[in-house]
């Protein structure tokens, strides 16, 4: 007996050491740093990190021997750049990115094949400053593969929360028109048409590891059928899609161009538009009744459009049509939605433009004629509060996750400054941001 109890508190002694002797201790000098973008911005700060958190902000610069315990801390000098925390992307497709075979692509590609390609686009998309990102549609197997990864060390990526399958009516936006149906079997758990058939999805989804579910209530621009952008699921639909997820806790996020479908999804209760072209005023009041997030997405528009006049062959006819419609819309669309008081969160519909370019979308939000420090909080707080991580990143404070960047400007002047961000820490670990951009991204803008 008493040797078991000598081993057991050799054991409790020894574990206690060698968790001691791991912790990882981090400051930053902070020459300007913007801890929560509601707030003002502050002058010589410290930041202290312990292993992946944050543990204290201070004012000045102090030293290792200032925090007990922290006597090995490596000092990070960002004395001359902008500290703020890592931004937030509530609208992403990592896993793939537009490229002429697309519609091969999506009956060729194995899942294996797409968890590998989005380690790859993750780490495009955490060296552009983004430590966070929501996935809003992909195939299943391989985001939920990734997600899984990143949370357990296996690979680096930016923080994951995942939708798996795209929800969507028989030959809607999200299903595989035009493909002969034994090679794009029907169907797939993501299609559902009928209240039983579209519970039915939301509960595949969210058995399989969903944090999120996301439906299209309407057409989408780059579906390859002449289908329109307006309301392609019924009322009816979307409220049993929506009453199925919060019944088990998950948000909903759903795709919305055309107003009939944008109001019918507001009405049934979404968390999230994504997109949103067509709200008018009266939409916008229904946002504000109901609470819900706008995620405009400008830089989606702004790509297709792009593609659509640059290179005239790259859509099929009733794809490219619709990219000269919607791509104009969206930012007069963000403009009425801000004024009338819509909350908004940052997302950029990434995998329509390529991972990486996220940051775009900012200097569009601007653009568009929202203030610099509502564009930092779309990107930081209310993406965070959208994705129900409030108690983790969106801000620089104690007991949340270091997820921190630096630019060499101050962005609530020079929002562009974000396009190059000059250090990147995602949940503790700084990231090398020196690997070159790949050359051919598109549509990196001129200039940058
Ligand atoms: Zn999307």
Redesign the pocket.
Known sequence: MIKRSLLATVMIIATTLATHAADNWKIIHAGTLLADARENAKSQQSIVIKNKQIVEVRDGYINASDVDGADDAVIIDLKNHFVMPGLIDT?T?ILGQQEPNGREVRVTRSSQLSTLMGVQFGMRTLRAGFTTIRN??ADRNAIFALRDAINQDIVMGPRIKAAGQTISPTGGHGDGGGFRDDIFPHPHSGVCDGITECRKAVRTQIKYGADHIKYVATGGVLSKTATGTDQQFTDEEQIALVQAAHAMGRKVAA?AHGKAGLEAALRAGVDSI?HGSYLDEGTAELFLETGAYLVPTLIAGHTVERIAKERPNFFIPAVRQKALEVGPIMKNALKMAYDKGVKIAFGT?AGVNDHGTNAYELVLMKEAGMPENAVLQAATVNAADLMDLTEVTGTIEAGKDADIIAARNNPLEDIATLLNPTFVMARGTQIDISVPRPDDIFPWPEGY
């Open positions: 609208h497709h809003v549609g795709h994504e519909d």
